[in-house]
């Protein structure tokens, strides 16, 4: 079972405009990891943020992490028409099985 | 430095039959994990091998196997195959889940069930 839920399901926007995928999860974790898909492959890294930071920056990309709601959101800037991807939030869990449980996903559309 | 390499990316097998897929990890990546991704269950954890040992199991069927190598390249094995198998398989190498590392993954091998 996936451990939580992204929101929205989909988002469609246009190239310029800013795009935020809200992820919630259930239990405590040591770390939240967010991944990007294009259709028909593998998932690509995008960054990662240790449960005891609040914020993390890179390039375009503006994570959170709010452990007492058990809440993160991913904030892409200026949005491109590459952008356009599939997006997963992933926590990894301090005890009991040590790997990632993944989201139910985001399927942004960046219209040019 | 390469990235995970899966093979095969395409399968097509029936019901009954068994398959294996293969993957090499990156460079020096001890630990590799599998992932099941379906439309109706989303991305799911099957297993994850580090220095030839599995580490931890997912909730899946005993169908479902897998091994590693000295070399950290890993395979994993269904047996029995059913309709519901039909799924694109992710494998994904890191240093040490164990740690604040990320996982990198490969394209996959799409097995589709007839």
């Given amino acids: ?112 | 430095k390469a990235g995970v390499t899966q093979t095969p990316r395409y399968l097509i097998k029936t019901r009954g039959q068994q398959v294996t897929l293969s993957c090499s990890p990156i460079s020096g990546h001890r630990s590799v994990s599998w992932y099941q991704q379906t439309p109706g269950q989303g991305l799911q954890f099957l297993f994850e091998y580090f220095s030839e040992t599995q580490r931890n199991k997912g909730n899946f069927p005993g169908r479902f196997s897998g091994r590693q190598f000295s070399n950290s390249r890993s395979e994993m094995n269904v047996s029995t195959l059913e309709l519901g198998d039909s799924a694109l398989y992710l494998c994904a190498s890191s240093l040490d889940p164990n740690s604040n590392q990320p996982q990198h993954f490969g394209d996959g091998t799409r097995l589709s069930i007839l």
């Fill in chain 1, 1 to 112: 079972s996936q451990q939580g839920e992204e929101d929205p399901q989909a988002l469609s926007i246009q190239e310029g405009e800013n795009a935020t995928m809200n992820c919630s999860y259930k239990t405590s974790i040591n770390n939240l990891q967010w991944y990007r898909q294009n259709s028909g492959r593998g998932l690509v890294h995008l960054i990662l943020i240790r449960s005891n930071e609040r914020e993390k920056h890179s390039g375009r990309l503006r994570v959170t992490l709010d452990t007492s709601k058990k809440s993160s959101s991913l904030l892409i800037t200026a949005s491109r028409a590459a952008d356009t991807a599939s997006y997963f939030c992933a926590t990894f869990m301090d005890t009991g099985r040590r790997a990632l449980t993944f989201g139910s996903g985001t399927r942004l559309q960046v219209q040019p």
